[in-house]
């Protein structure tokens, strides 16, 4: 079965300070990865998606993630953290015969200034 | 372009209540989901369907009941409220690899 883990379910930074959001795949096929974004009392946002084209995704506010079959990972950086960067994100994994995606525990980004 | 719409946004059942979520999507999209978010659980799927017709049970189908008679349309319904039913309802739809489009959310709870 696939399953997405993501270690650290809080991470803070300083605004400016590098941000890395940490998240390992288990899946017996090619995957497609993606990381979701929650801002408060809202819905999920997808930042980036990775289907098998280009291993560096680069997605919307400065956020990119790097696929690493060696190391199934998949995890979200951004070089300079904003205070606008607070929020919740996901990891996940779907399955290409089912579409179907399994999600990561979630992690809470702090941003102090 | 509304994308996926859900109604109400937030509402308190007492136990025992039945209620109906609305979900409503304009993009044409075949598959939809159900999910429930609790605090530090993530997200939890609990029906999908991949077409009008179709229906097929997630990870934490107990309790719920769904219909597809449109592809617009998604509704979820739960016939006997419970208090463990207390949490955030997203329903989503998506096109493939393209990624899923989120609703707002149903915040609700059971008391």
């Known amino acids: 079965a696939q399953s997405v883990t993501q270690l650290g379910s809080h991470v803070s930074v300083s605004e400016g300070a590098l941000v890395l959001l940490r998240c390992n795949y288990s899946s017996s096929v090619p995957p497609y990865l993606f990381w979701y974004v929650q801002y408060p009392n809202q819905g999920l946002q997808l930042l980036l998606k990775y289907t098998s084209a280009a291993t560096l995704v680069k997605g919307i506010n400065g956020f990119e993630a790097e696929f690493k079959k060696s190391e199934t990972s998949f995890h979200l950086t951004k070089p300079s953290a904003h205070m606008s960067d607070a929020a919740e994100y996901f990891c996940?994994?779907?399955?290409?015969?089912?579409?179907?995606?399994?999600f990561g525990t979630g992690t809470r980004l702090q941003v102090f200034p | 372009n509304a994308g996926v719409t859900q109604t109400p946004k937030f509402r308190i059942l007492k136990i025992g209540q039945s209620m109906t979520l609305q979900c409503a999507q304009d993009m044409n999209h075949n598959y939809m989901y159900w999910y429930r978010q609790d605090p530090g659980m993530g997200l939890k799927l609990i029906y999908y369907?991949?077409?009008?017709?179709?229906?097929d049970k997630g990870e934490v189908p107990n309790g719920y009941n769904v219909s597809r008679s449109t592809t617009e349309d998604f509704p979820l319904r739960l016939e006997l409220a419970a208090p463990s039913q207390t949490s955030v309802y997203f329903c989503?739809?998506?096109?493939?690899?393209?990624?899923?489009?989120f609703g707002s959310g149903t915040r609700l709870t059971v008391v």
């Open positions: 989503a739809s998506s096109r493939s690899e393209y990624g899923y489009t």
């Open positions: 996940a994994v779907s399955d290409r015969n089912t579409d179907k995606l399994i």
């Open positions: 369907s991949v077409g009008a017709g179709i229906t």
